[in-house]
Each structure stands twice: as structure tokens, then as C-alpha cells.
């Protein structure tokens, strides 16, 4: 059984239909690419998937659970898209670290808020868990360091460690070295290369396309909030079979 089950996805923005008929699966273990031109519908697709935006069409399953299927016409209250969103961990463009806290808080802030409500798992335990993650992400030595203290790259293997700190199903990149300078831009990969290693369930929205190419187990080209093309990663980018996905690589390449 597929981890991630996405049918007929739709998302309109008054008239402008963003997502059109969207269907792929993803097995766990897997790594899935999604590229395309701006504007093309990746990052909406992110979005949905995390329920930061509410699909208007079509259903999305994970590990066999139906968590949104717009045939059913009951409303999904805030409590239970808290619960859905835990499915999915996302590392976003820009961070989005909270500059009050400390590297270790950041990435142990939800967890702590969670172990509250449920009566779960001790401060200490959790802190420790943090530690962890922060080690591998190369940034033992940065855990009490603020936001403005570290580099674009070791904040983004921040991020990537809070997302991490919930134990998602399926880990999302919002084209995840799209803030940062090139010199950084190999840190982060190199992170996302590890987790691929160790099989963790990975959609990334990308515009590296050789480390899309090398990295993932699948890849989905998007145009027009439509999946044009997927497949294979060496044949959707070395070969692609339609004329739209031939544009993009030459236009890319050009670039």
C-alpha cells in the first residue's frame, strides 16, 4: 500500500484553476521530485498536501487513511487539520524559524507543545531528541544559537531538523536552496542526499534538476497546475516524451 495516495487534487483561486486534476502515489522509503516553471502549481501542491490550503476538488490518503476528500461535504474543523498536517513535515523557502528562540528551541517547540496536551513524553527527553537531530545535521555546536547567528545553510538544516522533530510520514521541500547563495546551496543537499540514503519518504519541490535527477526515486513535471509528465528521473530529464517537459529542460539549460 502506497504511503501517499493523491486523486483528482483541484485548487481554484477564484477563477484560476492552480491545480487541475492531480493524481500520483508514493511508496514509503521513496523520494519523489516535483519540477516545473514558477507558477506552474508545485508549491500550491505542497501547500494542499499540508492543508495550509484546502483543496476544492478530489481526496488525499496516507498509510490508507482518507484525510480529505472533498465527496464528503462535512467541514474539517482546525483540530482535526491539526491532526492531518502531523502527516507531513515541511521545510519551507525562507526558514521560517522563529527568531526568539534558540536553534534547540525551534526544533523542539511543537513536540513540547504536543507533550503538553497529551501528557506525553518529559522536557528532557524531548531536548535531548533535538540534540540529536541537530547532530545530524552537522550542528551539534550550534543548539543555543539564534537564527541571526547562523549561516542561510544551517538555518535551513534547522528547519529541516523541525520538521524532522514530529516524526512525519512524509517530509516536503518548498525548493529548499532557493534562498541561498550557491556556496550554501551544497550543505542542504547533501542533508537531503543522507535522508534519501536512509529511505525517509521525501517530496521535494526543486530547481536542481541534477539533484533531482540523481536523487530521486520518481519525478513529476508540472505545467499549467497539470502533471505533464513523471516517471523514471533519468527519463523524465534525460528523455522526457512530451514536447512541454523538452521545453522546460532546454529553456533551463539555456539558463
Do not use: W
Amino acid at each position: 500500500m502506497p504511503v501517499l495516495e493523491v486523486r483528482n487534487l483541484e485548487k481554484h483561486f477564484g477563477d484560476t484553476r492552480v491545480l487541475n486534476d492531480i493524481g500520483f502515489s508514493l511508496d514509503k522509503g521513496q523520494a519523489l521530485s516535483i519540477i516545473g516553471a514558477s507558477g506552474s502549481g508545485k508549491t500550491t501542491l505542497l501547500r494542499c498536501l499540508n492543508f495550509l490550503e484546502r483543496p476544492d476538488g478530489g481526496s488525499i490518503a496516507v498509510n490508507g487513511e482518507t484525510l480529505f476528500d472533498a465527496a464528503d461535504p462535512a467541514a474539517l474543523n482546525e483540530s482535526e487539520i491539526r491532526k492531518k498536517r502531523l502527516h507531513f513535515g515541511l521545510v519551507f523557502q525562507n526558514f521560517n524559524l522563529f527568531p526568539q528562540y534558540t536553534a534547540l528551541e525551534n526544533v523542539t517547540l511543537a513536540r513540547e507543545l504536543l507533550a503538553k496536551k497529551s501528557g506525553g513524553e518529559s522536557k528532557e527527553a524531548i531536548r535531548e531528541a533535538g540534540k540529536e537531530l541537530l547532530a545530524q545535521m552537522g550542528l551539534a555546536d550550534r543548539a543555543a544559537h539564534y537564527p541571526h547567528q547562523l549561516s542561510g545553510g544551517q538555518q535551513q538544516r534547522v528547519a529541516i531538523a523541525r520538521a524532522l522533530a514530529l516524526h512525519p510520514d512524509i517530509l516536503c521541500f518548498d525548493e529548499p536552496t532557493s534562498a541561498l547563495d550557491p556556496e550554501l546551496t551544497g550543505e542542504v543537499l547533501r542533508v537531503i542526499r543522507n535522508l534519501a540514503e536512509k529511505k525517509t519518504t521525501m517530496i521535494i519541490v526543486t530547481h536542481e534538476m541534477a539533484f533531482a535527477r540523481d536523487v530521486a526515486d520518481r519525478v513529476i513535471f508540472m505545467d499549467g497546475g497539470l502533471i505533464v509528465e513523471q516517471g523514471d528521473p533519468r527519463e523524465v530529464i534525460d528523455n522526457p516524451k512530451e514536447e512541454r517537459t523538452r521545453r522546460f529542460l532546454a529553456n533551463y539549460a539555456r539558463n
